[in-house]
């Protein structure tokens, strides 16, 4: 005997309703029309940089493989052409015409320290010095509007380019006298300072030097002003740290800058415990415009245990990102702290710094990789990026589970023929910079000599052995723009058009691939591909409209990514920024 026979009516017709009533129209937040959309959502070129037969490109010409988006709720609901897309608009719906603009999948830039864009803010800027002298002037200039015994802190010589004639303590110190200086140079691997930041610093050649780093003295003994590689932070560490608000103030300035620049997302490496702690402030506070990928430093051993007992983070819901770790084993190749197999060229009888003797906590970072964290560890020279693929394989032995992993090594950059194919066999991502090729190419080869300066910045022989590849700026480093960066990967040639012919053209990026690397290829080093790095239905609404096609340019025509410029940035489906001096979109 059926019983509760009114309780099944009222299910039935529940159910009846449900099979045959109309689905409710899906109403998007926001269309983008009218444009040329590269979708991205066909697979891989191949090794040598020959588009999958997927890809919309024939005859040698690409062809965008869409012309409008729609956005619901953070996520794209359709991509298509415009009437298939403008069938889905309602009254409520936002519309912007992009008038042709080219759109891409969102920018990331997997590799860049945004609150040092805020922190540049308060610093003397003299990366357009050409020598010692000049940088001097414009702390001098910038001395006088400042209290007397006020920090100033400047940042942006070329240790790199200067490398032959590294200054000392002299000039600053005759030319300010009233304020404690420090010099950080470009990459931050060399700084130098004036007698009286010694004096605050409590510095003197009785000091113990840091492991990794060198305090170069004179010929008594004392202190020159210059120190080089880990011994940077005993300057820095004693410059009045940053309160709270003000590490904050420097996010939100890096994140706007990074929303004009066309960014979606950054992966910022070495976050301590100060800086996540803003992150995560802003974070609860829905300040956070762009995805933030937060990579704990591995020199911050108390967050890194913190992190330790919690365990990675799973979900990808958040703004907010923390599951990855960033790791330091040698040092730069500019300032010669990069770690070789050999002699450096221009200084026999020196080969770097690494490992342990660079602070390299071999145990720990094997616990969080052990524990489910992604480890991205800094390694310039052959013999830090040997060394580092040593300590991985060591740990894979341990653990092969811990293959699977995505590690990196950050900046990849000087490696030994015999090491290619390992970054395959262990599945390591080599996370590079294209602007330092074309940064580094006037002294690079004096560091490393004809033979091993072909296994620097090989982007092209590492697709060639398998070896999976994320772009970025390692922004303060390097210039963030795009189109600098997209102009780099695609010619090996510098801002000023140089070598004519690129160098070590071999080694340079198809445009699909470039973008890719910032895209794409950036996804997946985050463990995100499922939700973005493409534009389709149902992933996340992060997209980029740029004011050139750059896919058909040769090298020929390449110089006019320099007049490029980022119309729209859209995070989450909200649009972060809008180009308001360009005719090419407009609100309907």
Not at 445 to 457: F, S, V, W
Request: proline letters at 5%.
């Amino acid at each position: 005997m059926i019983k509760n026979r009114p309780l099944l009516a009222v299910l039935g017709i529940v159910v009846l309703g449900f099979l045959f009533s109309t689905p409710a129209r899906a109403e998007p937040d926001l269309i983008l029309m009218n444009g040329k959309v590269y979708t991205y959502k066909w697979a891989d070129p191949q090794s040598d940089g020959t588009p999958a037969s997927g890809a919309p490109i024939s005859g040698n010409i690409w062809e965008p493989d869409a012309q409008a988006i729609a956005i619901q709720g953070g996520r794209i609901l359709a991509v298509g052409t415009n009437d298939e897309i403008m069938a889905h608009r309602t009254e409520q719906t936002r519309v912007i015409d992009l008038k042709g603009a080219t759109v891409i999948p969102g920018l990331v830039d997997s590799h860049a320290h945004i609150d040092g864009i805020g922190a540049n803010l308060e610093k003397v800027d003299v990366s357009n010095a050409a020598n010692e002298a000049e940088a001097v002037q414009l702390v001098a200039a910038h001395a006088k509007n400042v209290p007397k015994g006020e920090w100033i802190v400047a940042r942006g010589w070329d240790e790199g380019a200067w490398a032959g004639h590294y200054p000392d303590m002299k000039l600053l110190t005759e030319k300010v006298p009233d304020h404690p200086v420090v010099m950080g140079s470009l990459h931050g691997f060399v700084a130098w300072c004036n007698r009286l930041a010694l004096e605050r610093a409590d510095i003197t050649g009785a000091t113990a030097t840091p492991v990794g780093g060198e305090i170069v003295k004179d010929a008594d003994g004392r202190p020159n002003g210059l120190f080089m590689n880990n011994a940077v932070n005993m300057l820095f560490n004693a410059v009045s740290a940053p309160t709270l608000k003000q590490i904050k103030r420097r996010v939100l300035a890096g994140i706007e800058e990074m929303a004009r620049s066309g960014y979606t997302a950054v992966h910022i490496p070495g976050v301590g415990t100060e800086l996540m702690a803003a992150l995560e402030t802003l974070d609860g506070a829905d300040a956070l415009k762009i995805r933030i990928y937060a990579m704990i430093s591995a020199k911050d051993e108390k967050l890194m245990r913190t992190w330790l007992a919690k365990g990675p983070e799973q979900s990808n819901d958040g703004m907010l990102i923390r599951r990855s770790v960033k790791a330091y084993y040698d040092g730069a190749l500019g300032s010669r702290g990069a770690r070789l197999l050999e002699d450096y060229t221009d200084r026999p009888g020196h080969r770097g710094v690494s490992g342990e003797a660079y602070g390299f906590d071999e145990e720990l970072v094997a616990e969080m990789m052990l524990a489910g964290f992604q480890v991205g560890t800094h390694a310039i020279g052959d013999a830090g990026n040997r060394e580092t693929l040593d300590f991985f394989e060591k740990v894979q032995n341990r653990d092969p589970e811990t293959k699977n992993g995505r590690h990196r090594i950050e900046h990849a950059q000087v490696i030994h023929p015999d090491d290619f194919s390992r970054f395959a066999d262990m599945k390591i991502i080599a996370s590079m910079e294209p602007p330092h090729a074309v940064e580094d190419k006037t002294w690079a080869e004096e560091r490393l000599g004809p033979e091993r300066i072909r296994g620097a910045y090989a982007w092209r022989t590492l697709r060639k052995a398998g070896v999976r590849l994320t772009f970025n700026s390692d922004l303060t480093g390097s210039d963030h723009d795009i189109f600098y960066g997209l102009h780099a990967a695609f010619t090996r040639r510098s801002k000023d058009l140089q070598p004519p012919n690129g160098w070590y053209f071999s080694e340079a990026m198809t445009m699909e691939e470039a973008i890719r690397g910032y895209t794409v290829w950036s996804a997946y080093a985050a463990f995100l591909e499922n939700v973005t790095g493409g534009l389709e239905a149902g992933k996340w609404a992060d997209i980029t409209a740029i004011s050139l096609d750059p896919h058909n340019l040769t090298s020929d025509t390449a110089a006019s990514l320099f007049e490029g410029s980022i119309l729209l940035t859209v995070v989450n489906g909200k649009v972060v920024y809008e180009n308001p001096n360009r005719s090419e979109i407009t609100n309907k």
